[in-house]
Each structure stands twice: as C-alpha cells, then as structure tokens.
C-alpha cells in the first residue's frame, strides 16, 4: 500500500529537558511555531530507547528510524567511520568515536572533554595528521585518525595480523560501555581511564593493550605539536589528548529503510554519526554543511532542502544539531535561543510552505538538560501533525503539557514511526 500522506520526520537534538526542572527550556522559550503544531497535533512523551537509559544520539537515532538498537547496534565508532567514509576491515580493525580534550599531561586529569568547544575543524586536521598511520610496536598494530567536525574524530586500531573485538571499554569516563550502548554518567572522577576488555577473549586484551598504547603515544605527540604551542600562546586550551568510546568492529546489517517502511526514505544530517545513520540503513542520505553561525541562512538551507527531498521521498528525517551542546554546556540561556532560532527560521517557514499531502513528526532524540549537562533518560516530547489527525488542543509545546497528550507515554522509540507510517498509509 502506498503513502497517502508524506512525511517531514523533524528531530532536535537535545530539545528536552527534565520534567522535574521548575522551568524548563521549551516553557521559557518564544516558539510560535512549534506551539502552532502543539495546538494542532496529538501529542504526548516518549523514551527515546527506554527508562533508565540515557542514551547517546546514534542508538537513540536508530532507536526513532523504527529499530530496537539492542538488535542492531553495533557501537557508535562504525558510524562515525562510516560518516566519514572509513571503511573497517572487520575482525582486524576496530573504530572509535573520538573527541580531542584538554589534560594534565603529567596527572591524565581532563580539564575539558571538548577543548572548550574552541577547536577548529582545520586545526583538528592537522592535530589528526599527526596521528594518523601511526604504527604501534606490538601485534603488528596501526592506527588511523581522521578528524570530522570540531573536535570530534574517527580512530581506528587496526592489526595486520591478529584478531581484534570490540568489547573493550571507553578511556573517557563521561560515558560507561553496556555491551556495544554507551550510557551516560551524571557524574565520573575527570581522569582519562586505562582501557580494559569486556571479555575474557585474547582479541579483546589485544585490543585494548593497542588503545592504551595508541592514548600514551598520542599525548607525547600532541602536547608537542605546533597548532597546540600555537593555541597555548593565544591563551587557548590545547587539544592535547583523543577521548576514545564506542568501539565497534563492523557495520549494522538490518532491513534497509525503503524496504522496512515500503517507501522512498531521504535523511538529511550535517554530523558524521547522522550520515553514517543514514547511510547504514539504506536511506538516500544528503549530507548538509556544518552550521556556519549564522542561523537565517543556515536554517533557510536545511529548509529548501528539506522541501527537494520530500518532491521525491515519502520520508524526509530532518536532524537539526541546535540545542544540544548548550544544554551540555549548562547554558540555559543559550539552549533557549537555539530553539528559539530554529522555530523562527526553520518551523514557522516550513509551516507556511506545508502543503495538504504532508503530515509533520517533531521530537528530540533525547534530554540534554542545562541542571544536568548530560544525556538524562527523561521522556521527550512527540508531536503528530497532519490533515484530518484530531488534535488534542494543547496551548503550547513542552514537556509537561505534553504529558497531557492523548499519545500518552511512549515505552520505547522504537515503537513511534511504525504506528505513524500505519495512519500515512490508511
């Protein structure tokens, strides 16, 4: 059966905050559009993966494209490399996501897991190059390093020679392993961690023995290096180590989106995790530039983007990256803006353009809360909009008037996109 209704499947990353928060971000911002769509939509709340998760965007990503990610995650690290166009040799290389920080050398304390967010994309190049095709002296190991956006990465360790698995744990402890899902921590102890197996495999104790080896190297390196003097003397935090988390040693196999939803599936992503989502699920996958600071363009891009692809797709699965790094930052202030500018120049023009075939999906992948600075497991709100659906009549988009919605709660993300594919297609 065909799509009688296409479909703009709109996600901000991090939009929720907790239910418990006085105010929180969605209650204190000015967002006519999205309240427009509250008003006029079912509406309700949802875990993204499930309660007691707080879950990283990619698992939670595949988690709202309709599939269990206990199923078929495979660790964050193959999407990334994937993302990024790495291929991964699988049994002998294992890939890692990655964030350039800034330690004590001498003490491994992380004084800030992202460089203050100060990073540049070229300076992250070099700092890269610099690593890249490293040879380690043991197992016959290598490594390759490729820098993506800001100071995010792809590492991949790799043998010539011996198997390697990825069940070995993060050295960043802001994040704790559970099997190949990262959770995580509200709290952790800001030293970088020695990398340890999952299991009791010998490809596993290689594995890690490399990671380890590959971290002591990298800093020697780094701390050296001519962008980090160069950022020391502009009174800049030095990129002077690489976070690793999320192993995984080859890419998911599951049923391609096309085929699971009997529809044309189009995702547009600008982060690496996003592309090598929609790559790794078989959806026709276009890829938008990093944001360049300048919202009303940026967002009148995604937007004309938006309204190509859905001349061709059934489904068109929007992430907008926004909200979520000043809610890891604890800036209420800011998170605020973001969605403040995303409802001015991406929802409310989309809203005006919308035409009578086309039904709108709006949540977030998960809660980053500005009290907390981290992913927490709080439900996020859902809203459906689309011709003939009867609204619940709610006065404005947020977490507690959500839980009002006739949608209820929702156990699992999973569980979402199925059920509105069947109302698309009645």
């Known amino acids: 059966m065909g799509f009688n209704l296409k479909l703009i499947y709109l996600v901000l990353d991090g939009m929720g905050d907790r239910l418990t928060d006085p105010v929180t971000t969605l209650e204190s911002a000015e ?40 199923e078929v995650y495979t660790g964050r690290g193959p999407l990334e490399a994937l993302g990024a166009g790495i291929p991964i ?18 003490s491994l304390k992380i004084l800030d897991r992202r460089v203050g967010r100060s990073l540049k994309t070229e300076e992250a190049r070099k700092l890269a190059e610099a690593l890249d095709k490293m040879e380690l002296e043991k197992y016959d190991g290598y490594v390759r390093v490729v820098a993506t956006i800001g100071h995010r990465a792809v590492v991949v360790i790799g043998s010539r020679t011996h198997r390697l698995s990825p069940m070995v744990d993060n050295n960043d402890p802001a ?14 102890n800001p030293f970088i961690k020695d990398i340890a ?15 380890n080896l590959f971290m002591k190297k990298s800093i020697e390196i780094l701390d050296k290096h001519p962008v980090n003097q160069e950022r020391i003397k502009r009174e800049l935090p ?28 189009t995702v547009l992503a600008e982060m690496p995790v996003e592309i090598g989502i929609g790559r790794a699920f078989g959806a026709e996958t276009i890829i938008m530039d990093p944001p360049t600071g300048n919202p009303e363009a940026d967002y009148r891009i995604r937007l004309e983007k938006t309204l190509e692809a859905l001349e061709k797709s059934d489904i068109v699965y929007v992430h907008l990256k926004g909200p979520d790094e000043p809610g890891h930052d604890g800036d209420a202030s800011l998170k605020r803006k973001r969605i403040e500018e995303i409802d001015k120049y991406y929802v409310q023009p989309l809203l005006a353009r919308l035409k009578d075939d086309t039904a ?57 996109l199925p059920k509105i594919i069947t109302y698309l297609k009645e």
Not at 46 to 53: D, E, N, S
Not at 90 to 96: D, K, P, S, T
């Open 360 to 416: 709108l999906l709006v949540t977030a992948d998960h809660a980053t809360p500005p009290s907390v600075r981290s992913h927490t497991d709080d439900p996020v709100p859902v809203a459906f909009y689309a011709p003939g659906v009867k609204a619940d009549g709610l006065k404005a988009f947020s977490e507690k008037e959500f839980a009002k919605g006739s949608l209820g709660l929702i156990e699992h993300g999973w569980m979402l």
């Open 197 to 211: 197996p999952l299991e009791n495999s010998e490809e596993a104790a290689i594995t890690a023995e490399l990671a």
């Open 238 to 265: 030095p990129a002077n180590a690489i976070l690793l988390r999320d192993a995984g040693g080859y890419f998911p196999k599951a049923t391609p989106l096309s085929i699971k939803y009997g529809g044309r599936f």
């Open 31 to 70: 967002k006519p559009g999205l309240d427009h769509i509250a008003s006029n939509s079912k509406c309700g709340l949802m875990y993204t993966v499930g309660k007691g998760i707080a879950p990283e965007s990619d698992e939670a990503v595949i988690s709202l494209l309709g599939y269990d990610p206990h």
């Open 175 to 188: 994040y704790k392993r559970v099997g190949l899902v990262s959770v995580a921590n509200q709290s952790f």
């Open 89 to 106: 040799k699988e049994g002998y290389e294992v890939a890692f996501r990655a964030n350039f920080a800034t330690v004590d050398s001498s």
